[in-house]
Nanobody
Framework: QVQLMESGGGLVQPGGSLRLSCAAS????????MSWYRQTPGKQRELVAA???????NVVDDVRGRFTISRDNAKNTVDLQMNDLKFEDTAVYYC??????????????????WGQGTQVTVSS
């Protein structure tokens, strides 16, 4: 079982930048997808960005052009660079490790793991 630890959250003004980092206790090469999610009070946790084991990335429309996800399999880290932050980016951000594989029927999810989350607050 892997443990995920997020860091890098904090208070930032609109238009500012933060870099979140997720450090895994194990080998993230075991996880096909590494992702960042966020959650605000009263709302469901939502996907922000994901990166596959071979480096393909996907970010949701709300953050496209502002957020970049990257993974370093050698260092067992996944980072989320957030630029031009907006009030609506305020949330708790969670790191997710998704274990699975791609087969004849597509992606087969096996298990996933979550970090404890890090607070990002965008405020003037």
């Amino acid at each position: 079982q892997v443990q995920l630890m997020e860091s890098g959250g904090g208070l930032v003004q609109p238009g500012g930048s933060l870099r979140l980092s997720c450090a895994a206790s194990g080998n993230i090469f075991d996880f096909y997808f590494m992702s960042w999610y966020r959650q605000t009070p009263g709302k469901q946790r939502e996907l922000v960005a994901a990166v596959s084991i071979d480096g393909r990335t996907n970010v949701v429309d709300d953050v496209r052009g502002r957020f970049t996800i990257s993974r370093d399999n050698a260092k067992n880290t996944v980072d989320l660079q957030m630029n031009d932050l907006k009030f609506e980016d305020t949330a708790v951000y969670y790191c997710n490790a998704d274990k699975g594989s791609v087969g004849p029927l597509g992606y087969q999810h096996e298990a996933d793991y979550w970090g404890q989350g890090t607070q990002v607050t965008v405020s003037s």
